[in-house]
């Protein structure tokens, strides 16, 4: 029996990290393995939540754990998210090191927490530097919003052309796929672009903007993208299903007026998505 292992934080009420990932890449058809990086009552989105980091030593005795009872043989893929802490960031650097000495074909999917538009980056200390010098690089599949991919790549992105220069600029540092998100166009003002860039070729897809802001939804991005690419490898075809199964999600609650993503309510989504959005070939 493969897996995957995600190494996320948990809030107890809510939808981020491990709350948004495990469920959907469960439905997806694949075993996850979840190590709680933090154990809160709430995402601050409910302003600040109860609870505390799971202390490093814990993290690793946990990794530990697992490698004693040859899990990561059959770890199949690592995921990471938000890191709230640099030692936390070391954590998933070990974790990767460990498991691909066990299984050196073991995919990497990074989502690269950092900052956002309008916010600035949000993560502390030297997080952004570790992210972009030792994660980036043993990465597979780095999943950047725009903001991000700019700090990661050096350029400013303020267009099509721009992401796509600064994808192909973290490629040559080692991931195979870069997926970038937020991307707006003033020709498409009333919609938001993803881009998918691979040696093999680069597609964008384009998907109505919702009049919402819910919690969670880069953390069920990144679960679904990895999800969908490892049942092909296509990036085309990930990037496609990606994409209407998390509009259809979020359309969903937004209809139905809900502060928290309906995973479990409008989970059909995720596998059935009520909408399709065609990605477009760019080179």
Same mark, same amino acid.
């Given at each position: 029996?493969?897996?995957?292992?995600?190494?996320?934080s948990?809030?107890?009420?809510?939808?981020?990290?491990?709350?948004?990932?495990v469920?959907?890449?469960?439905?997806?058809?694949?075993?996850?393995?979840?190590?709680?990086?933090v154990?809160?009552?709430?995402?601050?989105?409910?302003?600040?939540?109860?609870?505390?980091?799971?202390?490093?030593?814990?993290?690793?005795?946990?990794?530990?754990?697992?490698?004693?009872?040859?899990?990561?043989?059959?770890?199949?893929?690592?995921?990471?998210?938000?890191?709230?802490?640099?030692?936390?960031?070391?954590?998933?650097?070990?974790?990767?090191?460990?498991?691909?000495?066990?299984?050196?074909?073991?995919?990497?999917?990074?989502?690269?927490?950092?900052?956002d538009?309008g916010?600035?980056?949000?993560?502390?200390?030297?997080?952004?530097?570790?992210?972009?010098?030792?994660?980036?690089?043993?990465a597979?599949?780095?999943?950047?919003?725009?903001?991000?991919?700019?700090?990661?790549?050096?350029?400013?992105?303020?267009? *099509?052309?721009? !992401? /796509?220069?600064? @994808?192909?600029? =973290?490629? #040559? +540092?080692? %991931?195979?796929?870069?997926?970038?998100?937020?991307?707006?166009?003033?020709e498409?003002?009333?919609?938001?672009?993803?881009?998918?860039?691979?040696?093999?070729g680069?597609?964008?897809?384009?998907?109505?903007?919702?009049?919402?802001?819910?919690?969670?939804?880069?953390? *069920?991005?990144? !679960? /679904?993208?990895? @999800?969908?690419? =490892?049942? #092909? +490898?296509? %990036?085309?075809?990930?990037?496609?299903?990606?994409?209407?199964?998390?509009?259809?999600?979020?359309?969903?609650?937004?209809?139905?007026?809900?502060?928290e993503?309906?995973?479990?309510?409008?989970?059909?989504?995720?596998?059935?998505?009520?909408?399709w959005?065609?990605?477009?070939?760019?080179?």
């Open positions: 029996m493969e897996g995957i292992l995600s190494i996320q948990h809030v107890t009420y809510g939808h981020v990290g491990n709350s948004a990932a469920f959907p890449l469960q439905r997806l058809g694949f075993e996850a393995w979840p190590i709680m990086t154990l809160f009552s709430n995402h601050t989105g409910y302003g600040p939540p109860r609870g505390r980091a799971v202390p490093e030593d814990w993290l690793r005795e946990i990794l530990t754990g697992l490698e004693e009872r040859a899990v990561f043989a059959r770890t199949r893929a690592i995921l990471s998210g938000y890191l709230g802490d640099p030692g936390t960031a070391q954590v998933v650097i070990e974790a990767v090191e460990r498991v691909r000495r066990h299984r050196p074909d073991a995919v990497y999917a990074c989502d690269p927490v950092i900052g538009d916010r600035g980056v949000f993560v502390r200390g030297e997080i952004p530097l570790l992210l972009r010098d030792r994660l980036l690089p043993l597979t599949l780095v999943k950047p919003n725009r903001f991000e991919l700019s700090f990661l790549s050096g350029i400013a992105v303020h267009s *099509l052309e721009d !992401a /796509l220069e600064a @994808a192909t600029r =973290l490629r #040559a +540092r080692g %991931p195979e796929l870069v997926v970038v998100t937020s991307l707006t166009s003033s498409r003002a009333s919609e938001l672009g993803m881009l998918a860039d691979t040696a093999a680069s597609w964008v897809v384009w998907t109505p903007k919702l009049p919402c802001t819910l919690n969670g939804t880069g953390d *069920l991005f990144t !679960a /679904l993208l990895l @999800a969908n690419w =490892l049942s #092909a +490898r296509d %990036p085309k075809r990930a990037l496609a299903r990606t994409a209407a199964a998390v509009f259809g999600l979020v359309e969903a609650t937004y209809k139905a007026g809900s502060r993503l309906l995973l479990v309510a409008a989970q059909r989504e995720l596998v059935e998505p009520s909408h959005f065609e990605p477009v070939r760019l080179r």
